[in-house]
């Protein structure tokens, strides 16, 4: 007999879910799951997403461990997102590490398996911060503040940073230089905190020059912080010791004027006799700049710097140079010429012919010339004759451009009128339309004196006051000062006026405006005072411009100053014994004051320019005995120009 039992069947188990680690997120950084990240922060938690809920104790299941192995202690948190676990720490984590979050396998209520996963990062690089920068006790991370003063002989920085600093690497990565990069020998010293840092220097410092005081290198710090290279920068105090031995004032002025002749006898091109643009200029000789060198002849006659015969032979040379060689357009030169050749050098693009403003500055030097030459002399009367020839040359109403009521600036016989530049007031070309009226030959009429110039009234300034000072004419706080300047070399403001204005007083309140405004000093550069004073166009640290106190780049130049000693006899006198005694270690050279210079941004000049040189050696003249406005007043085309023109004048 047969017992027989059914055999229990084995359930099967459900198939599970798969768990995945969708994505991971720090501070809205995607972390890579299967690989390393970079950059991450060593503050901001991270955020781990899965799937699908994980429904565990998930602490248990998660481990954080440093690139030695050592445990991080985490903490957790779930946010709204069921699927979103945060993962945090404190203290934060350390720079430039390598982390571990070990994400164990588990299986979350019989439903989903996880096979574990591990996310790797390696955290941002620390920035290196300075909590304080102080220079004898000026504070050097304020940069709305320029530190100047500070004592040469004994200089102290003192450098406070959040992180400690590797003592060994200070050497390379903190150093002290001049203006032009040249090391400084200096202390440096870590002080007991190990955060601040001393910079003391050696031997004294050079007075009145700018130092930047440079920290570089991500080694700064005995931790892995990256720091940006920056620099600091102070001004040293002033030496006001004495550079040279007293002398008087016109021994001074002489001094000025017989070196500063030198850039025109010396810089005079040997065939052409006129003078080089500046003294790098080789071949390139200027018609504005080389009347300013003629002007400057006849003092350095009057003053005995040359003898009258080697005056006379060297004016020789460039009048028949300019009566032969120069290339003319209308009876009018270029702006610059070969002094070899006597062909035009473009001055600029489309400028390759005559320059009305430059000519007119050549003819006021020569009817100033004229005057002085003696036509008893038949050497002497023969220049006379040639400069006769040249003026009556001068077609000053071919520049009305075809009869318009203005004259023009330029005109080649390549591009025509094409440059189309309008001489109109108020600028430096008061003397083109007193020379035009006054033409026999080729005059204008006096109302393009009026309407061009004058702008039927436009130049009239209407009341705009500066520092207490009303100028006549308008230009914003006058503009450069070389408008008061060039055309009144040989033309004399004392007396003059028309119904527009009294030159005198124009010349005098533009030059006390500019003085003015360099005592205010509003964009703070190094060195401004009532002594160091002076904008007008020249060489600067980032290239030739019409400085101004509108066109304010920290640039000052003597030319400026001392040019202006006719209308403000104090204020320049008191610049020029600065620029000489105070300043002339750096400034006084072989022809005299450098071009020009900028304290705030330690450079000087290693220029001298004619047109800036000019009008040192005449306005000294003319305030000191009046002989170049006496001569070019006494000439009978300018009293018919300035009668012609309404002018009133003694």
Same mark, same amino acid.
């Given at each position: 007999?047969?017992v ?16 995945? *680690?969708?994505s991971?997120f720090?501070d809205?950084?995607?972390l890579?799951?299967n ?5 991450v ?5 991270i ?15 998660i481990?954080m ?7 991080v ?12 676990i945060?993962?945090s ?5 350390k720079?430039?590490?390598?982390y571990?979050?070990i994400?164990?396998?588990?299986i ?5 398996e996880?096979e574990g ?5 390696r ?13 004898n006790?000026?504070d050097?991370l304020?940069?709305?503040k320029?530190?100047?003063? %500070?004592d040469s002989?004994?200089?102290?920085v003192?450098a ?20 032009n ?10 002080e007991?905190d ?5 910079v ?6 050079k007075?009145y020059?700018?130092?930047?005081l440079?920290i570089d ?6 931790e892995?912080f ?6 600091f920068?102070?001004?040293?105090r002033?030496d ?5 031995p007293?002398?008087?004032?016109n021994? *001074?002025?002489? !001094?000025i004027?017989?070196q ?10 040997p065939v052409s ?11 390139t000789v200027t ?6 060198g003629?002007?400057?002849i006849?003092v350095g ?5 040359i ?12 009048l028949?140079f ?8 209308h ?13 035009? %050098?473009?001055?600029s ?9 430059e000519?007119?500055?050549m003819?006021?030097?020569?009817i100033?010339?004229?005057?002085y ?9 023969a220049?006379?004759? !040639? %400069?006769?020839? *040249? ?6 109403d071919?520049?009305?451009q075809?009869?318009q009521?203005v004259?023009y600036?330029?005109?080649s016989p390549n591009f ?7 001489i109109r ?5 008061l ?6 009226a006054g033409?026999?030959? +080729? ?6 004196y009026?309407?061009g ?10 009341g705009?006051s500066?520092y207490g000072?009303t100028l006549? *004419?308008?230009?914003?706080?006058g ?5 008061s ?5 040989g ?5 003059l ?5 009294e ?7 533009h030059s006390?405006?500019n003085?003015? +405004?360099?005592i205010?000093?509003? &964009?703070?550069f190094?060195?401004?005072s009532?002594n160091l004073?002076g904008l ?5 640290n ?5 400085h ?5 780049r920290?640039?000052i ?5 001392i ?12 610049? %020029?014994?600065?620029?000489?005694y105070?300043?002339?270690?750096? !400034? ?8 020009a210079?900028n304290?705030?941004e ?5 220029s001298?320019?004619?047109?800036d040189?000019?009008p ?6 003319n305030?000191?005995?009046?002989l ?5 007043m006494s ?8 009668? &012609? ?5 003694e």
């Open positions: 007999m047969w027989g039992c059914d055999e229990k069947e084995e359930t099967a188990k459900p198939e599970l879910l798969q768990l995945q *680690l969708v991971a720090s809205n950084m995607l890579d799951v690989d390393l990240t970079n950059d922060s060593v503050t901001a938690p955020r781990v997403k899965f799937n699908n809920p994980p429904s565990v104790a998930i602490e248990e299941h481990n461990i440093d690139e030695n192995g050592n445990r202690s985490l903490v957790f948190a779930m946010l709204n997102d069921p699927n979103t945060e993962l720490w404190s203290p934060p984590l720079y430039q590490q390598t571990k979050i994400f164990s396998p588990f979350a209520n019989d439903q989903y996880f996963n591990t996310i790797r990062f955290t941002q690089p620390g920035l290196l911060s300075l909590l304080g920068l102080k220079v006790g000026e050097l304020d940069q709305d320029r530190v100047t003063g %500070i002989e004994s200089m102290i003192q406070k940073f959040d992180q400690l600093i590797n003592s060994e690497a200070l050497e390379d990565n903190v150093r002290l230089v001049e203006r990069g040249t090391p400084v020998n200096i202390d440096l010293a870590l007991a190990r955060q601040t840092v001393s003391t220097n050696k031997s004294p410092l007075n020059h700018k130092y930047r440079i290198g991500d080694e700064l710090a005995v892995p990256d720091f940006q290279q920056t620099e920068s102070f001004y040293t002033l006001s010791t004495l550079k040279f007293l002398i008087s004032d021994e *001074l002025l002489t !001094l004027q017989r500063t002749f030198k850039y025109f006898w010396d810089f005079g091109h006799g006129l003078t080089r643009e500046r003294n790098t200029s080789g071949e018609i504005g700049g080389s009347g300013f003629i002007m400057s006849i006659m009057e003053r005995g710097f003898t009258r015969e080697e005056g006379i032979e060297r004016l020789d040379k460039i028949a300019l009566h032969g060689k120069a290339e003319r357009f009876g009018i030169w270029s702006h610059w010429l070969n002094g070899t050749t006597g062909e035009v %050098i473009d001055f693009p489309n400028d390759n012919g005559a320059d009305l403003v000519s007119a500055f003819a006021q030097a020569l100033t010339l004229r005057q030459l003696d036509a008893t002399n038949p050497q002497e009367n220049l006379i004759e !040639l %400069i006769n020839e *040249l003026w009556d040359d001068m077609e000053w071919w520049f009305t075809g009869g009521n004259l600036w330029h005109w025509g009128w094409e440059k189309n530049l309008a007031g108020w600028n430096e070309a003397i083109v339309y007193v020379l035009a033409s026999e030959n +080729y005059g204008i009429d006096t109302e393009i009026h309407s110039w004058a702008r039927s009234g436009g130049m009239l300034n209407n705009s500066y000072y006549p *004419l308008r230009s914003d706080r503009g450069p000062l070389f408008f300047h060039y055309s009144f070399l033309l004399d403001p004392r007396n006026s028309d119904q527009y204005a030159y005198w007083t124009q010349n005098v309140t006390l405006i003085h003015r +405004y360099c205010e000093n509003p &964009k703070d190094v060195g401004y009532s004073w007008t166009a020249s060489d600067g980032a290239g030739y411009s019409a101004s106190p509108d066109n304010d920290g640039v130049t003597p030319t400026a100053a040019s202006s000693l006719p209308y403000t006899p104090e204020e320049s006198m008191n610049a %020029i014994r600065h620029f000489y105070i300043l002339g270690d750096d !400034l006084w050279g072989e022809y005299g004051f450098y071009d210079f304290i705030t330690g450079w000087v000049a290693d001298y320019l004619a047109i040189q000019g040192i050696i005449i306005m000294i003249e305030h000191r005995s009046g170049l406005w006496d001569l070019f000439a009978p085309e300018v009293s018919n120009g300035l009668t &012609k023109l309404g002018f009133t004048y």
